[in-house]
Each structure stands twice: as C-alpha cells, then as structure tokens.
C-alpha cells in the first residue's frame, strides 16, 4: 500500500465552482501535512501546511482527520488559475517527506 | 532572493552514457535534498544533506548514482551508466534546516533538471 494516496483525476470543474479533494495516509505516526501545488513542467511549490484539525487561507481550506488518516484540500471559487496538479505529503519527525502521486484540477471558462 | 538554481535544465544521453546536475540552494539554507520525479508520479527523495554529510540516502540507487556537497553549499548529482527509467525530472532542493514538521522549514524547489535517457 502506497505511503500517500492520491485520486489523480482529472477533476474538470467550471469556473467558480467548489472542489475538493482527498488524501490518505498510510503512517499512523505522520506529524505533518502538506498540500503542494505545481504546474505544468514547473517544480513544486508549498500551497498549504496542515499542523491541527486543519488551517484555511483565502479560498483553499485544508482539513486533516486523524482518526481516519485523511487531508482534504477544498477550493472554493475556482478560478483559471487554479489549473494544476496538487500533491498531498505527509512527514513524521525528521524523516523525508512522503508525495503523493498529485491530483490534477482543470478548470474550465 | 534568488532561489534553488539547477543546471542543465534539459539532458538528452543515451543508455550507458554518464551524466552530472548541479544545484545551488538558496543562501543560508543548510538542508539540500535531491528528488526524482518520475512522469504522472509525485517526487522521491534520493538524499538529503545536512551542511556537507548525508542525513538519509536510503533510496538512492548506489550502483549508479552518486551525490556530493562537498563544501556544504552547492551539490552534484551523478548517475552512471544511465539507464532508460532513469528518465526523470532531477529537482533540487533546499531548506533551513532538516526537520519536516516545524511550520516555519519550508522547503524550496528548484525549477529541475529534465533527463531523457534514449
């Protein structure tokens, strides 16, 4: 079983519209969450940090539930510029941080 | 600030053949990482270095893959003989320090090394 699961999509969503997406994780010890985003032939970029229950800035709210061992990213208002594959990590301690494989939101005029 | 430069960004070598990146870490950043990113996959750590001594190369393929940083600052990434699954994206990173859990340890990306093995 993979550390991060990821739903791949594509998620094809108009503009202004609400998505959401999850993540699972396999580490019961994971500490640390986070939510990446990057686009086409870019490199990675921190969108997110999720330390408790979970955090939101703008129109991204992130959730974290321990008890099941899932993150969920919620992006309200979609816009253009929200096209993009997002990556779910997860960190305990001091080890690496573990990707997910990312999901890809297109948003649609 | 200027942030994670990598070169080449495009490498083109056939199977068998060597082939070197190198990256430098924004400043003041001792942790630098080197991740492979496989096409429709998320990035895998390869190694990680704290200053110029490895913290965690767990993943690295030792046969053929070999990474320095040997003044702490700037790092190279070798792979020899290369082999077709070595086609990856090569990225580069850095961060203040190693722990992944404090909020404040973001780690930075660079844009990445595109490796074409034929």
């Known amino acids: 079983r993979k550390e991060v699961e990821q739903d791949p999509g594509p998620f094809n969503v108009p503009e202004g519209a609400t998505v959401a997406f999850n993540c699972t994780y396999s580490?019961?010890?994971?500490?640390?969450f986070f939510w990446y985003r990057q686009d086409c032939r870019k490199e990675p970029k921190l969108l997110m940090s999720?330390?408790?229950s979970g955090n939101e800035d703008g129109r991204f709210t992130a959730q974290l539930n321990r008890a099941s061992q899932y993150i969920s990213l919620l992006i309200r208002d979609s816009k253009l510029s929200d096209s993009a594959t997002y990556l779910c990590?997860?960190?305990?301690?001091?080890?690496?941080?573990?990707f997910g494989k990312g999901t890809r939101l297109s948003v649609i005029a | 600030e200027a942030g994670v430069a990598q070169s080449p960004r495009y490498k083109i070598i056939e199977k068998r053949q060597s082939v070197a990146f190198w990256c430098n870490p924004i400043?003041?950043?001792?942790?630098l990482y080197w991740y492979q990113q496989i096409l429709g996959q998320g990035p895998k750590l390869l190694i990680q270095?704290?200053?110029?001594?490895?913290?965690?190369d767990s993943q690295l393929p030792k046969d053929r893959f070999s990474a320095e940083r040997l003044k702490g600052v700037d790092s190279t990434l070798k792979i020899q003989p290369a082999k077709l699954e070595d086609s990856a994206v090569y990225l580069c990173?850095?961060?203040?320090?190693?722990?992944?859990?404090?909020?404040?340890?973001?780690?930075?990306f660079g844009e990445g090394s595109w490796l074409t093995v034929v």
């Open positions: 580490n019961s010890a994971s500490q640390s």
């Open positions: 990173a850095s961060s203040l320090f190693s722990s992944t859990t404090y909020s404040g340890n973001t780690i930075y």
């Open positions: 400043s003041g950043h001792a942790t």
């Open positions: 270095f704290q200053n110029n001594g490895v913290v965690d």
């Open positions: 990590v997860s960190a305990s301690g001091n080890t690496p941080l573990v």
């Open positions: 999720v330390y408790s």
